[in-house]
């Protein structure tokens, strides 16, 4: 049967046929410029989808904290992806990239960074640079206010806002670079242990929950969170908002982790974002339902939404290692895994009377150990070692730089709203408003 071509088909062929895309052998190379065009295209359409996760955790976080809390939220997650965007344009990408050899694989040249080409620029030698520093810039931005935004939720309630906008400062520019830079600036975990994490279960994730270890441990837990050594529930604000944020983060992370692949200039190139983007969903709905039947058995068959909510990051989080080299099969194990590591987690963190308001260790640490470990089941160039050896020294790292960090701002300016501002709700202790003013009442802490 001859097939039928309506206006749009005409249209789509046309446009393909503009870009070689057809009408060419399978296994023609493409031309320089071509693959500098597709792989600049997919780091700025991974980077706007990364953003869009910054979204997400605001709204994540927004339902999981309560009422009285979820305009202050808001307002650390807006701050926080500025602050950590102008810190990583000061000091944080060059320090994480520039130079790392020069140093003996610790890190880079703590200078602002400035693109290799502008419009002004007679030519852009498309051959040597494979795609444009800029969008380069902007995807590696992204990924350190997703680090940030980790933090935010496991110490909201009472953390003093001025505070965490500083701790963001020093993670952005100086933290955060630093770690990344053994790894993906090409420093000594690359070089000298084979260390490997594709899109960041350790260098994002783990990063961000080691943080944030340090930042709850050092705050203390809401007050009334544990009474009698035993954990009071204190409820959302929002589960359907959570429930948006969730899915909105779902959706970034194919941004996340396909433009990690780097480029989108030849068909293999194409064909393992495509296994990336398959791996990286399976991997989220494997969590699901991982956590689901966890939740059931510990709440003696009732499910816990918000365990769920967490076991579909946690699942993600986990493939984030290593999204290309897995089966879809082996992605599905690897993100149940994480779902019931998250679920679980959470379990313990309350044993230990830690109060992670969002779940975020769990979630971000314990599921990134675990899906950084679990790399060479599937990549034959990762080695137990190697991996144990990135995991130990970025924990070491940041969590001590963090803890002294939390400690220092804990005697300075202090880190903890009081009792009384507590009481009354961050949004009117620090904002002097409310995100619903209709459901809170008019009230201010005592001078």
Known sequence: MMPVFTRPRLLALGVLSLFGLIAAPAN????????????????????????????????????????????????????????????????????????????????????????????????????????????????????????????????????????????????????YPIQGAWEWGGGWLDSQFGFSDFAGSTL????????????????????????????????????????????????????????????????ADATAVAQIFANTNMAAAAGVVAAYLASMGLGRGKANLGSVLNGALAGLVAITAEPLTPTIFEAILIGAAGGVIAT?????????????????????????IWGTLAVPMTNPDATFLGQSVGIIAVGAFVFSLSFALWLTLKFVIGIRLNSDEEAIGGDLSELGHSAYPEFVPETRPAE
């Open 344 to 368: 679980f987690g959470a379990v313990l963190l309350e044993r230990l009377r830690l109060d992670d308001v969002v779940g975020a260790i769990p979630v971000h640490l314990f599921a990134g």
């Open 28 to 175: 023609a190379a493409v031309s320089p410029e071509t693959a500098y065009v597709f792989n600049t295209l997919l780091f700025l359409i991974g980077g706007f989808l990364v953003m869009w996760m910054a979204a997400g955790f605001a709204m994540l976080e927004a339902g999981f904290v309560r009422t009285k809390h979820a305009a202050v939220i808001c307002l650390k997650n807006i701050g926080l992806y500025s602050i950590a965007g102008l810190m990583f344009f000061l000091i944080g990408y060059n320090l994480m990239y520039l130079n790392v050899d020069a140093t003996g694989g610790i890190f880079g040249t703590p200078i602002p960074w400035g693109p290799s080409e502008t419009a002004a620029d007679e030519t852009i030698d498309v051959a040597a640079n494979g795609y444009a520093s800029a969008s380069d810039w902007f995807f590696q931005m992204v990924f350190v206010a997703t680090t940030a935004s980790i933090v935010s939720g496991a110490v909201a309630e009472r953390v003093r806002i001025g505070a965490f906008f500083i701790f963001v400062a020093v993670l952005a520019g100086v933290i």
């Open 204 to 267: 994002v994730h783990s990063t961000g929950g080691w943080a944030a270890l340090a930042g709850i441990i050092l705050l203390g837990a809401r007050n009334g969170r544990f009474v009698n050594g035993k954990p009071v529930p204190m409820h959302g604000s929002s589960l359907p908002l959570a429930t948006l944020g969730t899915f909105v983060l779902w959706f970034g992370w194919f941004g996340f982790n396909g433009a990690s692949q780097l480029a989108l200039g030849s068909a």
